[in-house]
């Protein structure tokens, strides 16, 4: 990659949006022109990325996501970043300027009151489960906009009060939020991963003699110095330790929060079906005591709004352990079934908010080939609905898909084939509501 080309990756992620706008607009210019080559295109994906608006665990942008899936060839992406919708706008310009199939949405947690024994996605948390609204489109009013400010406000008191525990126990590089924490992000979106790189940073800084700030972690994390040294060098690698050690369970930032401090899922879907985007249940790995009874999640799930689900893959076959395989890799061939049979678009990804999460998924590996005309039906499916919710309102779940297509599988097929007809970034070009679904196909070829 040329020098060039390198420093426009890093001014891709600026804080600036107008440096991060201009960076885009020349790689445009530099792929048309054949001064810069993507890679061949070919049928990988990611259709679930977080970015500098949550936590990005590379410091990615929501442009720098799809600049870097255009150059590795990739044929969709997906934004999904925590509690805001901040990011959707850029990201589906950087989409439509750059020639990628695209979808937009959030990720929150919901309380399942009929699950409140039970944990689901949360470890360690009955009753709570990760949430996703996918297929947000950009330039229009947001529909119950009180219910996504409630999010992010909700989201920020909470990370604000575990900066204020874990203070008491790092006393000596005592974090100001304000100061210290905000800065880090684009639009005061602070997570549990902004504040470990903001302790690990201020460390650094107050004890700039390696030797001493080892061992003045080792006694603030009831470690050794010998495991502190361990990862002490490696940024990514010791926020892990300090998450692990003062936020996670057992440490004195953490908080077992009851389920009523979370919103219904119930109310999440009608937000996100308000907005025109498809309501998305997630799947962790089938042995939480709640996902051991799916088929009464789902059932509770569908009949209030879901219409979609997410998987991360990863964690459900790229395991060490032969057994521990063994076992996920059931579950999660079974769930993948399960969403088959029901109709229900599967979005998949690698979430990207840890470093060391990969780019793309390895749809090569034995145990995601058998899935991977499922996984990409879902990725067009998310690229056909946000087209044509963007175009005429008539996305996966409007009331224009529920006339013409009342059937889901039926449904399901003509989003898949819309995805795969829809250039991304062409415009559509006479199409109204009163269109059936074969005159909008034709429309978008």
């Given at each position: 990659?040329?020098?060039?080309?390198?420093?426009?990756?890093?001014?891709l992620?600026?804080?600036?949006p107008?440096?991060?706008?201009?960076?885009?607009?020349?790689?445009?210019?530099?792929?048309?022109?054949?001064?810069?080559?993507?890679?061949?295109?070919?049928?990988?994906?990611?259709?679930?990325?977080?970015?500098?608006?949550?936590?990005?665990?590379?410091g990615?942008?929501?442009?720098?996501?799809?600049?870097?899936?255009?150059?590795?060839?990739?044929?969709?992406?997906?934004?999904?970043?925590?509690?805001?919708?901040?990011?959707?706008?850029?990201?589906?310009?950087?989409?439509?300027?750059?020639?990628?199939?695209?979808?937009?949405?959030?990720?929150?947690?919901?309380?399942?009151?009929?699950?409140?024994?039970?944990?689901?996605?949360?470890p360690?948390?009955?009753?709570?489960?990760?949430?996703?609204?996918?297929?947000?489109?950009?330039g229009?009013?947001?529909?119950?906009?009180?219910?996504?400010?409630?999010?992010?406000?909700?989201?920020?008191?909470?990370?604000?009060?575990?900066?204020?525990?874990?203070?008491?126990?790092?006393?000596?590089?005592?974090?100001?939020?304000?100061?210290?924490?905000?800065?880090?992000?684009?639009?005061?979106?602070?997570?549990?991963?902004?504040?470990?790189?903001?302790?690990?940073?201020?460390?650094?800084?107050?004890?700039?003699?390696?030797?001493?700030?080892?061992?003045?972690?080792?006694?603030?994390?009831?470690?050794?110095?010998?495991?502190?040294?361990?990862?002490?060098?490696?940024?990514?690698?010791?926020?892990?330790?300090?998450?692990?050690?003062?936020?996670?369970?057992?440490?004195?930032?953490?908080?077992?929060?009851?389920?009523?401090?979370?919103?219904?899922?119930?109310?999440?879907?009608?937000?996100?079906?308000?907005?025109?985007?498809?309501?998305?249940?997630?799947w962790?790995?089938g042995?939480?005591?709640?996902?051991?009874?799916?088929?009464?999640?789902?059932?509770?799930?569908?009949?209030e709004?879901?219409?979609?689900?997410?998987?991360?893959?990863?964690?459900?076959?790229?395991?060490?352990?032969?057994?521990?395989?063994?076992?996920?890799?059931?579950?999660?061939?079974?769930?993948?079934?399960?969403?088959?049979?029901?109709?229900?678009?599967?979005?998949?990804?690698?979430?990207?908010?840890?470093?060391?999460?990969?780019?793309?998924?390895?749809?090569?590996?034995?145990?995601?080939?058998?899935?991977?005309?499922?996984?990409?039906?879902?990725?067009?499916?998310?690229?056909?609905?946000?087209?044509?919710?963007?175009?005429?309102?008539?996305?996966?779940?409007?009331?224009?898909?529920?006339?013409?297509?009342?059937?889901?599988?039926a449904?399901?097929?003509?989003?898949?084939e819309?995805?795969?007809?829809?250039?991304?970034?062409?415009?559509?070009?006479?199409?109204?509501?009163?269109?059936?679904?074969?005159?909008?196909?034709?429309?978008?070829?």
């Amino acid at each position: 990659m040329s020098e060039t080309l390198e420093a426009l990756e890093r001014q891709l992620d600026d804080r600036d949006p107008a440096a991060r706008r201009d960076a885009l607009n020349r790689l445009a210019a530099m792929l048309r022109a054949g001064e810069a080559a993507a890679a061949p295109g070919h049928d990988a994906f990611n259709m679930h990325c977080h970015s500098t608006f949550s936590f990005n665990g590379y410091g990615y942008s929501p442009s720098g996501l799809v600049a870097r899936g255009r150059l590795r060839g990739l044929s969709a992406m997906g934004l999904v970043d925590f509690d805001v919708l901040d990011g959707v706008a850029e990201f589906l310009d950087a989409c439509a300027l750059l020639g990628m199939r695209g979808g937009a949405g959030l990720e929150t947690r919901v309380y399942v009151p009929s699950f409140s024994e039970r944990v689901i996605t949360s470890p360690g948390e009955p009753g709570i489960t990760y949430h996703m609204g996918m297929g947000f489109v950009a330039g229009r009013p947001v529909a119950e906009a009180a219910c996504l400010a409630g999010l992010k406000e909700t989201a920020q008191r909470r990370t604000r009060q575990l900066v204020g525990r874990v203070n008491t126990l790092l006393d000596d590089i005592a974090l100001d939020y304000d100061a210290e924490v905000i800065p880090l992000t684009p639009a005061g979106n602070a997570t549990e991963r902004h504040v470990c790189a903001a302790y690990y940073d201020k460390a650094a800084s107050v004890f700039p003699d390696r030797d001493r700030r080892a061992a003045w972690w080792a006694g603030k994390l009831g470690m050794t110095v010998e495991q502190v040294e361990k990862s002490l060098d490696d940024a990514p690698a010791f926020h892990g330790v300090i998450r692990a050690k003062t936020m996670k369970a057992g440490g004195v930032g953490y908080v077992c929060e009851k389920g009523e401090a979370f919103p219904l899922g119930a109310d999440i879907n009608r937000f996100t079906l308000a907005n025109g985007a498809i309501p998305t249940m997630t799947w962790l790995d089938g042995t939480s005591d709640g996902e051991q009874c799916i088929d009464e999640l789902l059932d509770l799930m569908t009949a209030e709004g879901v219409a979609a689900v997410n998987i991360i893959p990863d964690r459900n076959w790229n395991l060490s352990d032969p057994e521990v395989r063994r076992v996920k890799v059931g579950h999660f061939h079974a769930f993948a079934e399960n969403a088959r049979r029901r109709n229900l678009p599967v979005f998949v990804g690698t979430e990207m908010n840890a470093h060391g999460q990969k780019f793309v998924d390895d749809f090569n590996a034995p145990e995601m080939g058998p899935l991977h005309g499922l996984f990409l039906e879902g990725a067009l499916v998310l690229h056909g609905h946000t087209v044509l919710e963007a175009a005429a309102g008539m996305g996966f779940v409007s009331e224009w898909a529920r006339h013409h297509l009342p059937d889901a599988g039926a449904r399901k097929a003509f989003y898949a084939e819309a995805g795969r007809r829809a250039r991304p970034g062409a415009p559509v070009r006479g199409l109204r509501p009163e269109a059936d679904p074969a005159e909008a196909l034709r429309l978008l070829s």
